[in-house]
């Protein structure tokens, strides 16, 4: 039997928080959460899988549950929280909110594939190695298994830092100021368009433009170039589709420029890609470049 992290009730600040009971609770809990009678959730990979997110490195599995933990919303900062898996209980304070498909997190570190609690054992989310997936997410994910996207990438700030211009005018530089008619915050850009459904319209707001949208699925490594037929890594290496390696006698190579612009990093090229549909990529392999005007 595992040793308890901290003596159930534990001393926080001066004051014994008793989480007792919700470690009878959620004792059961090992390294899949049950959210549905059918489906469960991971942060280890398992034999098969459901859905995969590679942003937050969540699984969703089929399983038959008996038990189903019951995730709540309404978690407010500061609230006294703990991690809880099978014979161990992490106690500590919500920390911070976790926007966009940031990871919220705890002032302890909890083991992955924890219970995220509050002393009236109500389940706030799944831990991660690098805090925890909060309810909203987590319950999206496990219904529709993908993330909401309008083509756009954006800061803290809510400043455009990429568009696909395939998808929509916006471009970079851009600042939303409202989403559905609501101020826009990150909280906001989250529950409306992360956590959107699939077609649904969103109408946005920037100091330039007014634009209405449709929410489409978010691809992991995603690029402009995937409208020529042009997959690409992180690390700039591009795979040509059958027509253009045919043309010109290449089959891959790696991205060293946009429009004759040097590129170092994933950032920078969808950044360089959000200007214009027609680009010419050079593309370098074993020393020898090869510039690509791409057209549509």
Known sequence: MKKLIFLIPFLLFGKVIDFSICYDKYSFIKDLIPVTKTKSVTFSKPSKYLYYDPFTGLYVVNHKNTKIVKFFTNAKLGWWMAGIKNNSVFGGTYAKKGYFLQFSVLSVKTP??????????????????????????????????YWGDIGIGVDENLKVLYSDPFYTDIKPGE???????KKATPKIFTDYILLGKKGQKVTIITNKNGYTLKIRKLKYLYTPLENYGIKVDKNLEALLPKNLANRYFLKKGKIVAVNFQKIFSFKQLLYLLSFDKNVTITLENNGIKINIPLRK
């Open 175 to 181: 600042r939303i100021l409202f989403i559905n008619s």
């Open 112 to 145: 992955i594939n924890s219970i995220i609690s509050d002393i009236f054992c109500r389940a706030y989310g799944v831990s991660s190695n690098r805090g925890f997936l909060d309810s909203k997410k987590l319950i999206h994910f496990v219904k529709y298994g």
